[in-house]
């Protein structure tokens, strides 16, 4: 038995954070699902950026889209939605046999409608019913104005990945409005089988207090947010409150790990993949780590339900200066502002290469 399938019979999903139209063409994705245990697939307007700027698999599509007059979102919509749709089947018996619960692919609005609740909502609405892939999550961010939009796509039936989360309160205000969603279906009669996922960033935590920590603490704190966000996800589940839902028919909101790539040279390249295996979780980590520990990872046991040492963790790192609330606030919007940037580069490499 490979690592990677030691991990999944740990009770925890593999998804792979990463999608090119070279990896759908050459059979790597299906690898993975056939191989390494993979059963979903994540992505981010970065993950787009770079598989349209730096190939060539998309030019023939853009120029097509080009001279019907398709302007640059639009065509990153069609071409993102062309590589979802192979993706969705090649994990759709997953899904069938999971009864919904695994064999998700996600597809992320707009990064620019992060502020923007009504347009979020309409934007989820449309583009899952574009992708016409029952196995297709809608991208939402976890900010202030995304909370609101969570709760509504998930009331309107639509599907939701809740992304750019970083502590455990941001864990749970998403809990929150993928749980109001469905209370509502609930009173109006409407099937409860919503699913949803709520992704916590985990390795932007490291890189940020990296050096304002001793050396003791460097490449401690993601894991920990992790755990204490792991130990709230196991309570907030066991709740009379969800446990009402799921005995009308609703799914479980599962938790997250995403950004598990190791950003230290000097890390093991597995670091967040050992140190996150949870029952009940995904870990969606890029394709290098995902073979990295399909090589040489280890499961050496699961975090526990009670959020292990993460307070000394957390209160050994305020010691240090370092104001935990205050720096989740700043990775969300450092975040947001990095998928807009993202954004803007990707619509631009599509015009350029229209012209």
Known sequence: MSDTADLAAAGQSLWVDNITR???DTGVIQQFADEFS?????????????????????????????????????????????????????FRPVHDATNGL??????????????????????????????GKKNLFIKIPGT???????????????PVNVTLLFSTEHYLAAADAYTKGLERRLATGQDLNVCSVASLF???????????????LKDKLGIAIGADAYAAYRTFIASERVQKLVAAGAPIQRLLFASTGTKDPDASDTLYIQGLAAPET???MPDGTLRAFHDHGVVTGVLAADGGDSAEVFAAITDAGVDLDVLAARLQDEGKTSFVSAWKELLDSIEQKAK
Do not use: M
């Open 144 to 158: 202030p104005a995304g909370l609101v939009a969570i709760e509504e796509t998930i009331a309107a039936g639509v």
């Open 202 to 216: 985990i390795s932007r935590w490291d890189v940020a207090v990296a050096k304002e920590v001793p050396g003791d």
């Open 38 to 90: 993979v059963t979903g697939l994540t992505s981010n307007p970065s993950i787009f950026d770079k598989a349209i700027t730096d190939s060539t698999s998309y030019d023939a599509q853009i120029k097509s889209l080009a001279k019907e007059g398709v302007v640059a979102e639009e065509c990153f919509f069609e071409l993102a939605i062309d590589d979802l749709r192979r993706a969705a089947d090649i």
């Open 102 to 131: 695994d064999g998700w692919v996600s597809l992320e609005v707009s990064p620019e409608l992060a502020d923007d609740a009504p347009n979020t909502i309409a934007a989820a609405k449309k583009l899952h019913a574009q992708a």
């Open 22 to 24: 070279e990896l759908l």
């Open 282 to 284: 995904i870990n969606t």
